[in-house]
């Protein structure tokens, strides 16, 4: 019988300090790109009322949600996802607010998926939010900064795919299939049944134009010259502007001079009815799926009682981290780089100097094994710290080199001395 308190539950697992530590590194790289663009940090709590999430508000299947009950009868949710919350935050506590309004977060959420396939139930997540605006130039922004923030956090080889929904409604209204039938389009498309969709299609009186565009609509990906074709392709108007908007959209990225990282995918055609303009997805090698999702809602804090377009985007955290870690991507960490060892004579000044140094960046880690100076070298090397800080008493001092064997004998004041040399430079 296993011990249940040996383990964790499946879906979620502990983050030991090697791990722990790239993925802070990596999420501070990314909240300093997040807030020198104007992203002020939020944070919304762990659960909510389970209304937060019904799923007119999101895509997220009601059976992947963990709920549970408060002692009030409440029905209460942990997080699925972190755009509804800050849509209920954008929509009361800054409804008054003198729009744009930008936020940013980072955070955890749970969904209970049946078939992990590589996925887990708790996963991490950074995003923003820009809220009160309706513009390409504002579409234009938050997909820079989605490219911005990943190349902060390590990576240089990935892809940003723009699609744009309306595209897919306005052929779907040319060809005068009702909301029921879309959707069962959609799903063919989605699904890449390229036999599914031609038999779908036949069952209407289609042009042979419009036709093949149904059946072309997967491949419809590729550089900015896609978008030219495509548009050549439909007569219909709120398609036509959909296609406008991507090139206006483009355009923006092209003044950003990011423009290599983004490609067209007007194939994407999953949660339209969520979001209701540009779609966007980044992807990368090393993970089997995307890095990356965002788009255009702006019915979403209508849910929460007051309209107000919003455009966003969510970074998977832990994708990321497992993209960076199979491309071998080098992420530099803090780790702890001197031992500080003492007799009880030394300790008053040895612990004194080391806050001192520890002010001007050192990482430094107090000797718990009393002043056995061997048995610290050997607790050291087996920590992977490369140099002791010995106090001899309480005015001399050894600087132990573990990678040299190197000893250097010495006194506080002189060491004090470099050091407020190094704090004047």
């Known amino acids: 019988m296993m011990n249940y308190k040996l383990h964790t539950p499946e879906g979620v697992r502990d983050l030991l300090p090697e791990e722990c530590a790239k993925k802070k590194e990596i999420e501070k790289r990314i909240e300093c790109v997040l807030n020198r663009y104007g992203y002020y940090n939020v944070e919304t709590p762990t659960f909510e009322y389970y209304d937060v999430f019904l799923e007119k508000k999101g895509d997220i299947h ?66 923003v939010e820009l809220l009160g605006i ?77 036709k093949e565009l149904f059946l072309d609509i997967p491949k419809l990906c590729g550089q900015i010259d896609i978008i030219e074709k495509t548009k050549a392709r439909t007569e219909n108007i709120r398609a036509k502007k959909a296609l ?25 055609v999953n949660r339209i009815n969520y979001y209701t303009g540009i779609i966007f997805r980044g992807y990368t090698f090393g993970t089997g799926s995307s890095i990356l999702d965002g788009g255009r809602y702006d019915k979403l804090l209508g849910e929460f009682g007051h309209d107000c377009p919003a455009v966003g985007f969510g970074i998977m955290t832990d994708q990321l981290i497992n993209a960076i870690n199979r491309q071998k991507i080098e992420i530099p960490v803090w780790k702890v780089d001197t031992l500080l060892v003492y007799n009880k004579e030394g300790r008053k000044q040895a612990l004194m100097t080391a806050d001192i140094l520890r002010r001007e960046g050192m990482y430094i880690e107090n000797s718990l094994l009393d002043g056995d100076i061997e048995a610290n ?40 001395e470099g050091s407020e040399g190094r704090e004047e430079n």
Not at 97 to 103: A, F, M, N, S
Not at 254 to 263: A, P, Q
Request: net charge negative; charged share 30%; proline share 2%.
């Open 62 to 127: 009601q059976k992947h949600i963990y709920k549970f009950s408060d002692r009030e009868g409440d029905i209460l949710a942990l997080r699925p996802d972190m755009t509804p919350p800050i849509a209920r935050i954008g929509a009361t506590a800054f409804k008054e607010e003198k729009k744009p309004i930008r936020l940013c977060y980072f955070g955890n959420a749970f969904r209970y998926n049946e078939s992990l396939q590589g996925k887990t139930r708790e996963f991490s997540q950074a995003g």
């Open 134 to 210: 309706n513009s390409d130039e504002a579409d234009g922004e938050v997909i820079a900064l989605a490219i911005n923030s990943l190349l902060a956090a390590g990576l240089n080889d990935f892809q940003i795919d723009l699609g744009q929904v309306e595209f897919f409604k306005g052929i779907l209204q040319e060809a005068g299939l009702n909301e029921e039938e879309g959707e069962e389009l959609r799903q063919l498309i989605e699904n890449k049944d390229f036999i599914g969709v031609e038999e779908f299609v036949e069952q209407f009186q289609l042009n042979s134009n419009l």
């Open 244 to 268: 406008e908007k991507l090139e206006n959209v483009y355009s923006f990225l092209c003044d950003y001079g990011i423009e290599k990282y983004v490609s067209f995918d007007l194939g994407m």
């Open 377 to 416: 070298k050997e607790y050291a090397k087996a920590k992977n710290i490369d140099g002791i800080l010995y106090f001899v008493d309480n005015k001399n001092i050894e600087l132990i080199n573990l990678r040299t064997n190197n000893t250097v004998k010495t006194t506080v004041d002189l060491l004090l």
